[in-house]
């Protein structure tokens, strides 16, 4: 038997493109996850939580929704062994399972992050369970604590290990196919991203007609980060071009989707509105606090404070400097060339 140490979490990865490596850096929001799923797991085991984020209690009522009548046989943090049919197992921790006399087996995984396509984590773990109790079916459950919503489906067990099964065999065989990157949104996280044939070749196949100059000379097999000034400056131009282009797209997406039309996989979410006072003279009255005190509290722009009439500056403080990329004015004798 192969063990082999792909984690479960790096599936969905993997199902878009079998290339994908983690380039190892951590986002700000990963700590916050951590500290949701300890918080998570500490409410599951019946410990007291002083502070308990709403996205981890939403998922907590929501866990106890599901497993109704059968919290005694919820586990929380459970370590999983996922087996393909050539006996090549991969190991992870799913955050809840739970499996009771009847044969019903349930596999939950809490995220603290985006809504993304996390199915083919979440089937491996439904795998895992189904192969420990011998289940025939696994309810899977994907809860969004910070969106308040949850996916869930039933999978059989045969289903699950054919899936399982392909994905670890593309993944076994990734270096013969030559074909097997494919640019995803997980680009951005890859390990490859700086010199990845098959990104550089997709972004070179939508240059426009007109902008194709710009790519002269670049190949596809380039390395970002060693590619000299003057083609990493028209490849700039170029990447400008496409982020254009990636807004138009944006622009129309949204529209379609304001009025109501089918974008596959894409919905509107609602964002709250800032909230911001609207009374300060009413606030200070009911405050009560001395007026030094609360204008402390307050802020004045310079443009508000030009309006006042009185020499100002004194008061001012610069902020952080800040640098921004600029177009430098070609000479009249290059633009000739
Ligand atoms: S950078 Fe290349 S290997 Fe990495 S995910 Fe994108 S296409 Fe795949």
Sequence with gaps: M???????????????????????????????????????????????????????KYAHDLILQFVGGFEEYLKPEVSIGIMSSTFTTIYGTVDVCMVND????????????????????????????????????????????????????????????????????????????????TPCEYCKWCLHKSNCKARTKAVKEVAPEDKKDLLKGIRADMNLKKIDGEKLGRLYQFSKVIADFADDVKKEVKERLENEQKVTGYELKKKAGKTSISDPVGLFHKSGIEPEKFIKLCSISPSKAKKLGVDYEEFTKKGKESVEIKEVEKNPKEKEN
């Design 102 to 181: 009847d044969g019903d087996g349930m596999v939950i995984d809490y995220k603290s992050g985006q809504k993304r396509d996390y199915w083919a984590q979440l089937k491996a773990y439904g795998l895992g369970l189904a192969q420990a109790y011998d289940l025939n079916n696994v309810q899977t459950v994907v809860i969004y604590g910070r969106q308040h919503c949850y996916e869930s489906d039933i999978f059989e067990a045969e289903d699950l290990q054919k899936d399982f099964d392909a994905l670890i065999e593309k993944y076994l065989r990734k270096h013969e196919d030559k074909e097997a990157r």
């Design 2 to 56: 192969a063990h082999h140490k792909i984690s479960p979490s790096a599936l969905p990865m993997l199902e878009k493109c079998i290339g994908f490596e983690s380039d190892g850096e951590t986002s700000p929001y990963a700590q916050q996850g951590t500290d949701e799923h300890k918080v998570l797991e500490s409410l599951l085991n019946g410990e007291k939580v002083e502070q308990v984020p709403d996205s981890v």
